[in-house]
């Protein structure tokens, strides 16, 4: 009874997820999961894994072997856009956003799946204003409503990192892959983004690969940390600081 | 006597793929190495081939006009990479169709105007005249062997320019990694200019091979240029061995296809009907292998996927 | 971009008017060419929603401008001869009724694309151009060695076919047809790029990892709108062959699916009225230069390298600069 009560409360499980490049293990073995209310943080060196590890849950790299598992659902052989759709919502490293798209109207793009809207043909997007509200609602969270008007490729740097992390929030899904939403983020810019996800992860869990380790220990409820393609350690905040090997790992950080 | 037909008419086929091969290897060689899609390609074929025929002309020798058919390409080839095509690389797709497209127009209405509108002809040399048995009660035109010998010599010339020569280790590396061979010192452009201009020659040889059994005339080159595009959709983009492979299989395939499915479809429906649907599906069949093989590999046979 | 809107109305004045001064002045000819002009541009505005709005370079639309147009020719040539277009299952006549012929020619163009597109979307980049050349090259030697329906000589349909209440021989009858159907063709463009679907397809040309990352079906979206393209397309090929009561092969040509490229081209990607620029500059070089030379196509090469050289937004982007800086 206990044993499937804990299981219940893991909305994201992965277990044993490898993917190999001939001989070059990218993941390998990798079990990290994922429980309601939760900020999980992934930490390691550039190149250990990390990015692959976000693709191959998003689908768009398909494992070797393993298993991923969405509220007790397994969406291993689900395709990037079926994953996506049923509640699988991510940031991209490198914003990746429609540039000649406005602020709103990339969110209201993200917004369309929800909403059953992709496949309406002839309707004017722009007389609905029940989208427009939605956006705007995203937009004032992610603090961009000023520059709603504005098209994407002429937003700052910045201003893009919150627009990718309000495509994602539009998308109201099961749980979210931030992948090192604050990079080139001011001081400012981090403080709104970890009062933000502070927010989100009442209702919807996180899975947040960042460099910035002061925003990490500010935020993540575990820690786990990936090296060469292998989890070498998962815990607490505290835990994790404390680790022998991890300070191996992360030589030259200050933990 | 089916028999014989039958090997006759595979011999037909492979020196139909071999010759395909020749344009096939150029193509898939420019987009490998400069990401470029040239639809201006069948352009050198028909260079190559009025060029021949301009030389034959000149000093009645096949061979001097074979000659001239490789330097005649090449030049083009080399004028127009560093005149237009070079422009054109760091573009997208679309603009290299169209410029590339927009070249096939300019190029042949050049040629119309220079050589008029009458089609050339070039003759076999003496030599390659006539049929040559090749097993036992089997004969076969001399010249067509001839294109089938040099196809294959040119495949293994290839072979061993990609594999073994230092051209060839940076053509590789180009194909790979494009930052890589800059970073190896080699001299980008100059590099794609000779890569351009190899493949614009064996082209052009391929025009004047194949301009002595048929005609050489403005607009020869579309024809066997769109079939050179399924094979190298066939073979798989950039690959050498995919574009030879699925060279013979093109050639192999339409030749076949067009001269027994007829004969083959008589035994099921009445023989005037049969005539004229076998030679319809056998001018599709290349196009319905294609449709097959990227049903079961979008990428091709040895694209990356 | 007020530049722009003022060319686009003088256009669409232009598409009125000179069939206007045709009729006064008794030069049918003029009629005419607006006509082609008209029915080129419907192809282009076809073509622009794939290739301009989406981002699907397809070189083998004229698979679809073609079978439109042999559609036309073979249901009409049926009716000519009186003979049945097909005896199984059930006896079809042709027919010489535009009423009827639209609605054939629309429905098989639409199930051909999507038979096209459903093969072809599974590639992408080059494959998918390649493809698209190789199937329309494919239904190119289909209509050469099919002996029925005329094969390289073409077929010829004679009259043209009939529509209700009016006289369709009548070249500004004609001319008005086709233009209510470019109107349709505009608004149905027009209602497309403007809606939620758009939306979804506009951003699939700029960036379609990310529409999949937020849970569009972008292969269902590429279909639906290639088969939107192919069927219009398709229509541009059925009024074809009526203009002309004739239709070959050579509406199935590479260098068909190349100029209707073109048209987008010449106009301006993405722009609503660029495929009615691109076909009316097209028409006119093509009458302009070719009264000069019989090598009209040389020039027409040059001036398409250059364009793409050093002028890429179109002939409607050189009203718009800022477009024009941003390239």
Redesign the interface.
């Known amino acids: 009874m206990i044993r499937k009560k804990i299981m219940k409360n893991k909305i994201l499980n992965i277990k044993n997820l490898s993917k190999s490049y001939g001989a070059f293990k990218v993941t390998d073995q990798i079990a990290i999961d994922l429980n309601f209310n939760e900020i999980h943080a992934l930490i390691g060196p550039n190149g250990a894994g990390k990015s692959t590890l976000i693709k191959q849950i998003?689908g768009?790299v398909k494992q070797d072997r393993g298993s991923i598992l969405l509220d007790q659902e397994d969406i291993t052989d689900l395709s990037?856009?079926e994953r996506?759709?049923i509640g699988i919502?991510?940031t991209?490293q490198v914003s990746?956003?429609?540039?000649?798209?406005s602020a709103i109207?990339n969110i209201?793009?993200?917004l369309?799946?929800?909403s059953n809207?992709?496949?309406?043909?002839?309707?004017?997007?722009?007389d609905?204003n029940e989208l427009e509200l939605k956006a705007k609602n995203i937009l004032r969270e992610i603090e961009l409503i000023e520059n709603s008007g504005m098209v994407a490729s002429e937003l700052s740097h910045g201003d893009r990192r919150k627009l990718e992390v309000g495509?994602a929030l539009?998308?109201n899904p099961k749980v979210f892959l931030f992948d090192e939403p604050m990079a080139g983020l001011d001081e400012s810019g981090t403080q709104m983004m970890i009062n933000l996800f502070k927010k989100i992860k009442l209702n919807t869990p996180i899975l947040l690969i960042e460099h910035d380790m002061e925003a990490v220990f500010a935020l993540a409820d575990r820690v786990s940390v990936i090296n060469y393609g292998k989890i070498v350690a998962t815990g607490t905040v505290d835990q994790i600081r404390s680790n022998e090997l991890v300070k191996d790992v992360y030589l030259g950080y200050e933990i | 006597m089916t028999n014989i037909l039958f090997i006759e008419q595979l011999l037909n086929g492979i020196q139909f793929g071999t010759m395909l091969f020749l344009m096939s290897a150029g193509l898939t060689l420019i987009f490998g190495v400069m990401g470029l899609i040239n639809l201006a390609h069948g352009s050198f074929y028909m260079i190559g081939a009025f060029c021949a025929a301009l030389v034959a002309g000149l000093t009645g020798s096949f061979w001097l006009a074979l000659g001239a058919s490789l330097c005649g390409a090449a030049i083009a080839g080399v004028l127009i990479e560093i005149l237009i095509i070079r422009r054109l690389y760091r573009r997208d797709h679309l603009d290299q169709v169209l410029a590339t497209f927009a070249l096939i127009l300019l190029l042949s209405e050049g040629v119309r105007w220079y050589f008029g509108a009458f089609p050339l002809y070039l003759s076999i040399p003496e030599s390659l005249n006539g049929t040559i048995p090749i097993f036992e009660e089997i004969i076969y035109s001399k010249y067509r062997l001839f294109i089938i010998l040099m196809g294959f010599l040119i495949a293994i010339g290839l072979y061993i320019l990609i594999t073994k020569t230092r051209l060839g280790i940076r053509i590789r590396a180009g194909q790979n990694d494009r930052e890589m061979i800059s970073a190896l010192g080699v001299d980008i452009s100059k590099l794609y200019t000779v890569v351009f201009a190899l493949g614009a020659s064996l082209a052009g040889l391929s025009g004047a091979l194949i301009g002595a059994i048929q005609s050489v005339e403005v607009g020869m080159g579309e024809p066997i240029l769109i079939l050179a595009f399924v094979v190298i959709v066939i073979g798989g983009i950039g690959s050498i061995k995919g574009a030879f492979i699925g060279s013979i299989l093109v050639g192999v395939t339409d030749t076949l296809g067009r001269v027994f499915l007829p004969d083959l479809l008589k035994i099921f429906i009445e023989p005037s009907y049969a005539t004229s649907i076998g030679s319809s599906i056998g001018s599709m069949l290349i196009y319905i292998l294609m449709a097959l093989i990227l049903i079961i590999k979008p990428s091709g046979l040895f694209g990356k996927s | 971009m007020i530049i722009e809107k003022l060319f686009n109305k003088w256009i669409l004045f232009l598409l009125i008017i000179i069939p206007i001064f045709g009729l006064i002045f008794e030069e049918p000819y003029y009629i005419t060419l607006t006509t082609k002009v008209i029915i080129l541009a419907i192809a282009g505005i076809g073509l622009n929603l794939a290739l301009g709005y989406c981002g699907l370079i397809s070189f083998g639309h004229a698979a679809f401008f073609g079978t439109g147009g042999y559609v036309t020719g073979i249901l009409s040539f049926h009716a000519l001869n009186e003979e049945l277009l097909f005896s199984w299952p059930i006896d079809i006549f042709g027919s010489s009724e535009m009423l009827i012929i639209w609605p054939v020619a629309i429905l098989v163009c639409a199930f051909l694309s999507l038979i096209i597109g459903f093969l072809s979307l599974r590639t992408s980049g080059v494959y998918f151009i390649m493809i698209t050349l190789a199937f329309a090259q494919m239904l190119y030697f289909f209509s050469i060695s099919w002996p029925t329906y005329g094969g390289e000589d073409g077929l010829s349909i004679y009259v043209r076919n009939s529509f209700p209440m009016v006289n369709t021989m009548d070249p500004f009858t004609f001319y008005f047809i086709c233009l209510v159907w470019l109107m349709i063709t505009l608004f149905i463009s027009f209602k497309l790029i403007n809606s939620a679907f758009g939306m979804a397809f506009q951003a699939i040309k700029q960036n379609e990892e990310r529409v999949k990352s937020v849970g569009i079906e972008t292969y269902k979206v590429k279909l639906i709108v290639f088969v939107i393209s192919g069927t219009m397309a398709g229509l541009a090929g059925s009024l074809y062959t009526d203009l002309n009561r004739f239709v070959s092969p050579s509406v199935l040509d590479w260098h068909t699916s190349g100029e209707i490229m073109i048209f987008v081209i010449l106009g301006g990607m993405a722009r609503l009225y660029g495929p009615i620029v691109g076909a009316a500059f097209f028409i006119i070089l093509e009458q302009t230069l070719g009264t000069y030379t019989e090598n009209w196509q040389f020039w027409l090469g040059l001036i398409l390298i250059l364009e793409i050289l050093y002028a890429r937004s179109g002939i409607l982007g050189l009203f718009d600069k800022k477009k024009n800086n941003e390239k």
């Open positions: 998003v768009s990037d856009v996506a759709k919502s991510r991209f990746s956003i429609i540039p000649s798209f109207e209201i793009l993200s369309l799946n929800k809207k992709t496949f309406q043909l002839f309707k004017n997007i722009k609905n495509l539009a998308m």
